[in-house]
C-alpha cells in the first residue's frame, strides 16, 4: 500500500538558513508527488510538483526513486515561509491523493 | 483563477444531529474530494466523487456519506453527528488531464457538541 511519511512534525530555523523539509514515501508503481502549503489562515495551496521540475518561491524538490524521497528544499528562509507543508502522493491513474501528515515550519526573525 | 467555496467557516451541531457540509467549484472540474483535517493526522480522504452520481470512499467513510447531484456540487453529510467528528473538513476538486494538481476550499470548522 501507498504511504506518505513526513518525520517532523515541526521545524524551526533562523531567517537566512537553508531549510529541508523530509517526505519519504513508499509505492511499488510510479508516483505522482506533490508539495501543498498552508499559510495562517489562508487555504491550502499547491506549491510544487515534480513533474514540473520548477522552482517556486524559491522552493525546489527533487524526486529521488532510488530513496523513495521527495524533499523540499530552500536555501536561505524566510519569514513568509513559516505555514504548514503537507508531501502528498498520487498513484498513477489514480484521481486521489495521499497526504503525509504535515510539518510545520516556523522561521525565526 | 479556480474556485472552491464551502458554503460554512464555521459549524456548531449537537450529538445525533444530521448535518450536510456543501461544496461547489465553478472549474466544471470531474472530480471532487472531501477530507478532514486533523492535527498530528494530516488530511484524510473521507469521499471522492469522479462524475455525477459517481462516489467511491475513501480511507474513513465510515459515519459520512456523500451527494453529487450537480457536477459542480458535491455534499458531505453527517448521517448521526458525534463528537468524534469534529474536526476541519476541506473539499477539492481537480480536472480530469493528466498531472492535475487539487484545489480545495477554505474549509469548514465543524463543532458537534
Known amino acids: 500500500a501507498q504511504r506518505v511519511t513526513q518525520p517532523e512534525k515541526l521545524l524551526s530555523v533562523f531567517k537566512g538558513a537553508p531549510v529541508e523539509l523530509k517526505c519519504n514515501y513508499s509505492?511499488?508503481?510510479?508516483?505522482?508527488l506533490f508539495w501543498y502549503v498552508q499559510y495562517s489562515r489562508q487555504r491550502l495551496q499547491l506549491l510544487l510538483r515534480h513533474i514540473s521540475r520548477e522552482s517556486i518561491k524559491g522552493f525546489t524538490a527533487d524526486l529521488n526513486k532510488g530513496e523513495t524521497s521527495f524533499h523540499l528544499k530552500k536555501p536561505f528562509a524566510q519569514e513568509e515561509d513559516s505555514a504548514m507543508y503537507y508531501c502528498?502522493?498520487?498513484?498513477?491513474?489514480?484521481?486521489?491523493?495521499?497526504f503525509g501528515t504535515g510539518t510545520r515550519l516556523t522561521v525565526i526573525p | 483563477d479556480v474556485k472552491v467555496t464551502q458554503s460554512s467557516r464555521y459549524l456548531v451541531k449537537r450529538t445525533g444531529e444530521k448535518v450536510f457540509l456543501e461544496c461547489v467549484q465553478d472549474?466544471?472540474?470531474?472530480?471532487m474530494f472531501w477530507y478532514r483535517q486533523d492535527p498530528g493526522l494530516g488530511l484524510r480522504l473521507i469521499y471522492f466523487?469522479?462524475?455525477?452520481?459517481?462516489?467511491e470512499k475513501g480511507d474513513i467513510p465510515e459515519g459520512y456519506s456523500v451527494s453529487r447531484e450537480k457536477k459542480e456540487r458535491f455534499s458531505l453529510i453527517l448521517e448521526s453527528a458525534s463528537t468524534n467528528q469534529t474536526s476541519m473538513y476541506l473539499c477539492a476538486s481537480s480536472g480530469i488531464e493528466a498531472h492535475q494538481p487539487q484545489h480545495f476550499g477554505d474549509g469548514t470548522r465543524l463543532s458537534i457538541l
Open positions: 502528498a502522493l498520487r498513484k498513477g491513474g489514480a484521481n486521489n491523493l495521499f
Open positions: 472549474m466544471d472540474h470531474e472530480n
Open positions: 466523487s469522479y462524475d455525477v452520481k459517481m462516489k
Open positions: 509505492y511499488s508503481g510510479s508516483p505522482e
